[in-house]
């Protein structure tokens, strides 16, 4: 049974489309917590609601990201956990941290990586003129929004898009790539390979929404 530990810092909603698939999809896994930065985020309501333990660790009460990370790590490892989730974790994590977990840490970003790293991902992408975005689930490394790619989802970008348009469209497959992706992580169903990350069964690890 693996125990997964998701890391947030707002709405959670990609919090939520993992805990109900394990639910309904009957993962060999276990949601143990939901661990955030920002009192009050929502996700910690989702989660209450669905009986899973939350823990606060607050950025703004620690002198520097060393310090909140060194806490951070402290209360994830509290629930032993045998996999890391970042959803709309929006802090950067220091080296230490992401090697403590490494092999066992995964993020969503919502951009088709390696383009469009870091923040505001759907202004970008419609500035660019691109007419293709979507969302990428992998693996952290050191390097910010980099790491061997689980699986991505694409999805138009509509003329007149405004961000708020292209971020609802891109969330909305976020909930359907997340826990796709997880699924087969807890199924043991994912070879990585070098920088590549492969299913042994052979499917698709792209889901085109286009
Ligand atoms: C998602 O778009 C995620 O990819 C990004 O932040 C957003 C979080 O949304 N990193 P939520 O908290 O999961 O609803």
Redesign the pocket.
Known sequence: MHRIVIL?S??????QAIVQACAADSWPAQVVAVVGNRPGAA?FEMAAGHGIATALVDHTRHASRAAFDAELARVIDGFAPTLVLL??FMRILTDGFVQHYAGRLLN???SLLPAFAGLHTHRRAIEAGCKLAG?TVHIVTPTLDHGPILAQAVVPVMAGDTPQALSDR??AA?HQLYPLAVGWWVRGQLQVDGGVVRHTGGAAQLLLLA
Not at 10 to 15: F, H, T
């Open positions: 947030v707002g709405r959670g909603s990609n919090a996700a959803a709309g969503i970003h919502p969302a891109v969330l976020e």
